[in-house]
């Protein structure tokens, strides 16, 4: 008689991508993080403006962000999209 094996289960397939933000998650994502803080860096490493909270009616900057986490919906790997039909010239 043969014997059964039980099959261990899967893990589930994250359907999420995470990226790190802020001065924290950037500084851990250059290979020379000192240069944050470096007023004379070159434009490889930003200008300074990309972590800053602004208030969304008035414009003024209120803080800094020192710690974000974005996380994106990524698409399965079977599914392709469909290209996008044309427009028609009438239409145009």
Known sequence: MPTLIPLEPT???PTTS????GLIGDAMAMDQPLQLLNPLAPALYGDGTRNLSVHPTTGRVEGVTLFSIRL??????GKQRRPAKPVPDSLR
């Not at 995470?18 to 933000?21: A, M, P, S």
């Not at 994106?72 to 790997?77: I, R, V």
């Open 18 to 21: 995470v990226r790190l933000g």
């Open 11 to 13: 893990p589930p397939v």
């Open 72 to 77: 994106f919906k990524t698409k399965p790997e």
